[in-house]
């Protein structure tokens, strides 16, 4: 039995696995070396479905999202895991491991067997032998290139999507005081070309996050940058983010308590928040907790199909055996999302669409230099 569900369904055990699993999911960032396993000839995607609550299989309806499918993965490469981060699109997953290490593979449709790729950032903050300096925590993909911020460093590097290869990058002045362990948690793209990067900041009870809005790219060491700040939903940390097509924000939260075990929430913020000096309010539009399906939610992405917005949530099974990678997907209430269409839409907005523009996430994509 996997412990995270083990919490949430035995009261009486969860504080006997209290250290342990407050070990796991504060993400841990081990200062030894991290190995640069090869990992197998042929990496596997072992998937298992899921359903929404265990105890109610047709159950479909959480707050504002319609559940669609849900899935377990798992592989035989030890490298899969550790999802801090990703993109959905054209039928694929873009993923970032908290480990510097690139996954993708096809959405799965079903249960099953399926490849994945796996491969390490070749260029990054640090050596790729040790973990902290490559705890890749953010993603945003737009235009050919994908954007990765690096927490433990807090640094924001850009690379050519066609390729892997480096662009750029930056450390920029106003990330500095951003704790070691709780920096650059989210990082969108937004419709009018800037980026919005999010703090975790430490789960210390404060009111708020820290945020920065760049005027242009991140990656760009002369770009400016504006403060603003995020209201945290009490309890929990913000872990990923995404801009809709209809402008507003939607926010992935994650909470972990000693008793209260693990949860999830997801809020949007109104467009006109999103400004310098601003604060972030938002509303709640749908929460994972027990008796629900959830793990260590960390990773959101959006997609447009059919003129409906889909939302996937991951979740960061610390590579630990104890926990799970869980691949969940939602239809957004388009009272929520506001309008999805291509044009609107896309790839600068943050929100894929099945129809967008650019090369798909093929054979030449990302990983090509990235295990070199």
């Keep these: 039995m996997k412990l995270a569900s083990f919490l949430n369904d035995h009261r009486a055990a969860r504080i006997a696995a209290a250290l342990l699993l407050w070990l796991l999911l504060a993400t841990f960032v081990p200062r030894g070396p991290w190995p640069r396993d090869p990992g197998p000839r042929v990496a596997h995607l072992f998937v298992a479905p899921v359903a929404l609550d265990p105890a109610d299989p047709y159950r479909r309806r959480v707050g504002a999202l319609v559940f669609r499918r849900g899935r377990t993965l798992t592989s035989n490469d030890r490298r899969f895991g550790g999802i801090s981060s990703m993109q959905v699109?054209?039928?694929?997953?873009?993923?970032?491991?908290?480990?510097?290490?690139?996954?993708?593979?096809?959405l799965p449709a079903r249960p099953g067997i399926a490849r994945v790729r796996i491969a390490l950032l070749a260029d990054g903050p640090g050596?790729?032998?040790?973990?902290?300096?490559?705890?890749?925590?953010?993603?945003?993909v737009a235009d050919g290139s994908v954007w990765v911020g690096f927490e433990g460093a807090n640094q924001i590097w850009r690379y050519r999507r066609a390729d892997g290869r480096a662009l750029g990058h930056a450390a920029p002045p106003a990330m500095r005081r951003w704790r070691h362990n709780s920096g650059v948690e989210s990082l969108a793209r937004l419709a009018d070309g800037r980026f919005l990067a999010i703090a975790e900041d430490p789960d210390d009870g404060r009111p708020f996050s820290a945020a920065l809005l760049f005027d242009g790219d991140p990656s760009a060491p002369r770009t400016r940058a504006a403060a603003l700040r995020y209201r945290r939903v009490p309890g929990m940390r913000p872990?990923?983010?995404?801009?809709?097509?209809?402008?507003?924000?939607?926010?992935?939260?994650?909470?972990y308590g000693w008793l209260s075990g693990l949860s999830a929430a997801l809020v949007v913020v109104e467009p006109d928040a999103l400004r310098p000096g601003g604060t972030m309010e938002w509303r709640e539009v749908a929460r994972l907790a027990p008796p629900l399906t959830?793990?260590?939610?960390?990773?959101?992405?959006?997609?447009?199909?059919?003129?409906?917005?889909i939302v996937y949530l991951?979740?960061?099974?610390?590579?630990?055996?104890?926990q799970r990678t869980l691949l969940l997907e939602f239809e957004l209430d388009p009272a929520v999302a506001g309008p999805c269409r291509p044009a609107a839409a896309g790839r600068a907005s943050g929100v894929s669409t099945d129809h967008a523009e650019g090369p798909p996430l093929g054979a030449g994509d990302f990983?090509?230099?990235?295990?070199?």
């Design 239 to 255: 872990t990923d983010a995404v801009q809709l097509g209809g402008g507003r924000l939607l926010v992935l939260n994650r909470h």
């Design 314 to 322: 991951a979740s960061d099974d610390n590579l630990s055996p104890m």
């Design 127 to 140: 050596s790729t032998l040790r973990k902290a300096f490559r705890d890749a925590e953010s993603l945003a």
């Design 294 to 309: 959830v793990d260590n939610m960390e990773a959101l992405s959006a997609a447009c199909e059919g003129g409906r917005t």
């Design 367 to 372: 990983l090509a230099e990235a295990g070199r």
């Design 89 to 106: 699109e054209n039928g694929e997953v873009l993923a970032l491991a908290d480990t510097g290490a690139v996954l993708r593979f096809a």
